[in-house]
């Protein structure tokens, strides 16, 4: 062994040692029997659960299947959505069919539109063509334009206005007010054309007509006229016709300055042959002073006066 070993070390120390083709041939067949022998070479046992997963598992892999099916969903309703707007809008390909959009902000309706509740912009405008009138119609709805707490509602039997703040209407050409709720500037009065005024409470320093005309104020049921410091009616002729009963009520005194004439068409009365204390009717005669003052005084015998003990009028009566 050391002289074949001392041969080698010879042999390499006077340089590479030439192999012929049938050695390198035999050798290379040498190796590759004992690799293909050697199943475990280079095999290290490891634990699997301990080595680096790739890949979305457990947790992360459910979250995973969450978000591609929400994305799913997304698309689809996103899909539909831009088939109904082309279908109402109507988008071809000269644009659209339905409505024109300008540089200036206007938008045009070129056909007939069905909409339920417009929102426009602050100052904005609703208007139709130069030549042609603007149709709005409402399938068995009111029409409402509001404004804050401004409303307008257009029925089939009525038009109501209704406002917090107060209205007013003007020409748009000749800029006159035709009609205006600020009373500091200017006086109320009823539009052109405008015979009656229906509300249901109203307060005011005073109600007129024009010379030319009678006042009338007519109720359904029942009227109430207050005054914080009384109320005044003044008129050529003041008439009162009522259904019911009239109550006249005062803190101090009531005042009737001119000639009054009750009609006793409609007041209760009895034949002649009656006798007082019959029936379950109270009866009172009204009696009227000197200076205006009216009272009353309850009837207990034939022809009776207005003379009682507490005469209100004095002497005078």
């Known amino acids: 062994m050391a002289a074949a070993a001392a041969a080698a070390e010879q042999q390499s120390s006077n340089g590479p040692v030439k192999k012929s083709m049938r050695e390198k041939a035999v050798e290379r067949r040498n190796v590759n029997k004992e690799h293909n022998s050697n199943f475990k070479a280079g095999y290290i046992p490891i634990d699997e659960d301990r080595l680096h997963k790739t890949g979305l598992r457990g947790r992360k892999g459910n979250l995973a299947i969450c978000v591609i099916i929400l994305l799913f969903i997304l698309a689809v309703i996103n899909l539909i959505i831009t088939l109904v707007i082309w279908a109402v809008i109507r988008i071809g390909p000269n644009g659209c069919d339905s409505m024109e959009f300008h540089e200036s902000g206007l938008l045009r309706f070129k056909q007939v539109s069905d909409m339920g509740v417009i929102h426009p912009l602050y100052k904005s405008t609703v208007g139709g063509r130069r030549n042609e009138n603007l149709v709005i119609t409402g399938n068995n709805q009111p029409i409402v334009f509001q404004q804050g707490t401004t409303k307008l509602s257009v029925e089939n039997n009525k038009t109501s206005i209704t406002s917090d703040i107060g209205m007013q209407f003007f020409d748009p050409r000749t800029q006159n007010i035709l009609f205006s709720t600020d009373y500091e500037t200017h006086e109320f009065h009823l539009p052109s054309g405008v015979k009656s005024l229906n509300v249901q409470k109203a307060s005011t320093e005073r109600i007129t007509s024009n010379a030319t005309s009678d006042l009338n104020i007519k109720v359904d049921g029942r009227a109430i006229v207050r005054g914080n410091e009384g109320v005044f009616i003044m008129g050529k002729t003041i008439e009162f016709h009522m259904g019911g009963n009239m109550e006249l009520k005062a803190e101090n005194s009531i005042i009737l300055n001119g000639s009054v004439m009750v009609s006793t068409t409609r007041l209760p009365s009895s034949s002649s042959g ?43 009566h």
Do not use: E
Request: hydrophobic fraction near 30%; charged fraction near 15%; aromatic fraction near 6%.
């Open 274 to 316: 009656d006798q007082l204390g019959s029936g379950d009717w109270v009866r009172y005669k009204l009696c009227v002073c000197a200076d205006g003052t009216l009272f009353k005084v309850q009837v207990t015998s034939q022809n009776m006066g207005c003379q009682i003990s507490d005469n209100p009028c004095g002497n005078t």
